[in-house]
T-cell receptor, first 118, second 113 residues
Framework: NAGVMQNPRHLVRRRGQEARLRCSPM?????VYWYRQLPEEGLKFMVY????????ESGMPKERFSAEFPKEGPSILRIQQVVRGDSAAYFC????????????????FGEGSWLTVV | DQQVKQNSPSLSVQEGRISILNCDYT??????FLWYKKYPAEGPTFLIS?????DKNEDGRFTVFLNKSAKHLSLHIVPSQPGDSAVYFC????????????FGKGTLLTVNP
């Protein structure tokens, strides 16, 4: 009964490199969300995806960041040309549905991927 | 523009006593509120929630109170246990979205034996 799986758990990148973070949702969940937590901050919504569709990317920085959730395989959050300010914990969450208020207690978070840019 | 505020970065209580964590919000369109617990290097885990049509929800040692007129909610933990030591996040849903959680910055609770 695996939960939301994220990898890598820790990633170190030099400035200018690319970071790819992967997320496999819980079994039976077709909705994926990415959140970012900067140091000393709360989690901030980045993007909401369903299979092969980006539903809401209003929280994504306009440049260098992209996300996908292909028909097969995990969801990927991609950060190109990383900068020091991208250092953060990136959390993926999944849910089986989005209708109504029930989403709140049916959304499950992964353990996070910690990106450090040096 | 922080729509969900947790003004106490930390709280320390004795084991067996009550822990009260507070949260304020500014967006009157929020209609569902949640508390998450987070241990270091782990993801948030859902604790308890409350709809805006209620003013109280209880689950075991955890009770959440909502005061809509004051745009304030609180989480009470009674009795507090050392294993409750963690960061607690208040989050809100609504305001035009039924899936986008808006989080506060969190309160670090330490329960001393």
């Amino acid at each position: 009964n695996a939960g939301v799986m994220q990898n890598p758990r820790h990633l170190v990148r030099r400035r200018g490199q690319e970071a790819r973070l992967r997320c496999s949702p819980m079994k039976g969940h077709s909705h994926v969300y990415w959140y970012r937590q900067l140091p000393e901050e709360g989690l901030k919504f980045m993007v909401y995806l369903q299979k092969e569709n980006i539903i809401d990317e209003s929280g994504m920085p306009k440049e260098r960041f992209s996300a996908e959730f292909p028909k097969e395989g995990p969801s990927i959050l991609r950060i190109q040309q990383v900068v020091r300010g991208d250092s953060a914990a990136y959390f993926c969450a999944s849910s089986p549905l989005t209708v109504g208020q029930g989403i709140g207690n049916t959304i499950y978070f992964g353990e996070g991927s910690w990106l450090t840019v040096v | 523009d922080q729509q969900v505020k947790q003004n106490s970065p930390s709280l320390s209580v004795q084991e067996g006593r009550i822990s009260i964590l507070n949260c304020d919000y500014t967006n009157s369109m929020f209609d569902y509120f949640l508390w998450y617990k987070k241990y270091p290097a782990e993801g948030p885990t859902f604790l308890i929630s409350i709809s805006s049509i209620k003013d109280k929800n209880e689950d075991g040692r955890f009770t959440v109170f909502l005061n809509k007129s004051a745009k304030h909610l609180s989480l009470h933990i009674v009795p507090s246990q050392p294993g409750d030591s963690a960061v607690y996040f208040c989050a809100a849903l609504g305001g035009g979205s039924n899936y986008k959680l808006t989080f506060g910055k969190g309160t670090l609770l330490t329960v001393n034996p």
